[in-house]
């Protein structure tokens, strides 16, 4: 089931055209790569789907951007809505300075989101789906700056995960990370995957043929080349792509 797609998709910041009749389908309960060279549109691209690039000066953007059916391009979509569920993990941890107990219930404050479940399980649930209850049941007064990188990033899913969204964004979230921590947080991805769909934006091509089903090349601001990841890195349609994951590009 298609989740989000994209039809004739353009963006222009002021006169540069940065995004160029993008069509990418992208499928329910999945992990979507994004691959390309810096500058060709990768996160752009991820940005438009929570429409955070309208935070930037001189933005236009055309054509259509469905998620479930919706178009999130008319005028009068409730982007609070839609970020609510469409949530953004960065490249690099940006934890709130405030403690691991205050991370987690930050949005529901924000959105003023009734449970009937207490903090306290919510909390504890959502640790537990990044897997780190175990690690900080003990420390949720701790300072959440104070925790690995590692566990930032985990941390920063975590608190997406009590305002319930559909869709996790994330931009390059491993490029701070070291190897251990990286194959870590690509295991989470799988877990995640179960009742979450993710797109994520990568630099590091082994990651995306390790982690993601489907598989997006970008270049200069096109979708080159979508399909199965195992196709797009064995037996690639297009030589622009092939050129790329061979390392012959540029």
């Given at each position: 089931m298609?989740?989000?797609?994209?039809?004739?998709?353009?963006?222009?910041?002021?006169?540069?055209?940065?995004?160029?009749?993008?069509?990418?389908?992208?499928?329910?309960?999945?992990?979507t790569?994004?691959?390309?060279?810096?500058?060709?549109?990768?996160?752009?691209?991820?940005?438009?789907?929570?429409?955070?690039?309208?935070?930037?000066?001189?933005?236009r953007?055309?054509?259509?951007?469905?998620?479930?059916?919706?178009?999130?391009?008319?005028?009068?979509?409730?982007?609070v809505?839609?970020?609510?569920?469409?949530?953004?993990?960065?490249?690099?941890?940006?934890?709130?300075?405030?403690?691991v107990?205050?991370?987690?219930?930050?949005?529901?404050?924000?959105?003023?989101?009734?449970?009937?479940?207490?903090?306290?399980?919510?909390?504890?649930?959502?640790?537990?789906?990044?897997?780190?209850?175990?690690?900080?049941?003990?420390?949720?007064?701790?300072?959440?700056?104070?925790?690995?990188?590692?566990?930032?990033?985990?941390?920063?899913?975590?608190?997406?995960?009590?305002?319930?969204?559909?869709?996790?964004?994330?931009?390059?979230?491993?490029s701070?990370?070291?190897?251990?921590?990286?194959?870590?947080?690509?295991?989470l991805?799988?877990?995640?995957?179960?009742?979450?769909?993710?797109?994520?934006?990568?630099?590091?091509?082994?990651?995306?043929?390790?982690?993601?089903?489907?598989?997006?090349?970008?270049?200069?601001?096109?979708?080159?080349?979508?399909?199965?990841?195992?196709k797009?890195?064995?037996?690639?349609?297009?030589?622009?792509?092939?050129?790329?994951?061979t390392?012959?590009?540029?």
């Amino acid at each position: 089931m298609t989740i989000i797609k994209t039809n004739n998709l353009n963006l222009w910041y002021k006169k540069f055209h940065a995004l160029l009749d993008v069509n990418i389908p992208i499928e329910k309960n999945s992990i979507t790569s994004i691959i390309g060279p810096s500058g060709c549109g990768k996160s752009t691209l991820l940005r438009t789907l929570n429409r955070m690039n309208d935070l930037i000066e001189g933005i236009r953007m055309t054509g259509e951007i469905l998620i479930e059916n919706k178009n999130i391009l008319l005028p009068g979509t409730d982007l609070v809505s839609l970020r609510k569920n469409v949530g953004m993990v960065f490249q690099r941890p940006n934890p709130f300075p405030l403690s691991v107990y205050k991370n987690i219930t930050f949005g529901l404050e924000i959105h003023n989101i009734k449970s009937n479940d207490t903090l306290d399980n919510i909390v504890e649930n959502s640790l537990k789906s990044v897997l780190l209850w175990d690690e900080l049941k003990d420390k949720l007064k701790s300072h959440a700056l104070n925790l690995t990188l590692e566990q930032q990033q985990r941390l920063c899913i975590a608190r997406l995960i009590p305002v319930k969204p559909q869709i996790l964004l994330m931009d390059e979230p491993c490029s701070a990370l070291d190897p251990i921590a990286t194959g870590r947080i690509e295991e989470l991805m799988f877990e995640l995957k179960k009742n979450y769909t993710i797109v994520v934006v990568t630099h590091n091509m082994a990651q995306a043929a390790r982690v993601s089903d489907d598989t997006g090349f970008m270049l200069l601001g096109r979708l080159v080349e979508f399909n199965k990841t195992s196709k797009i890195f064995t037996n690639p349609e297009k030589k622009e792509t092939e050129d790329y994951i061979t390392g012959r590009y540029g």
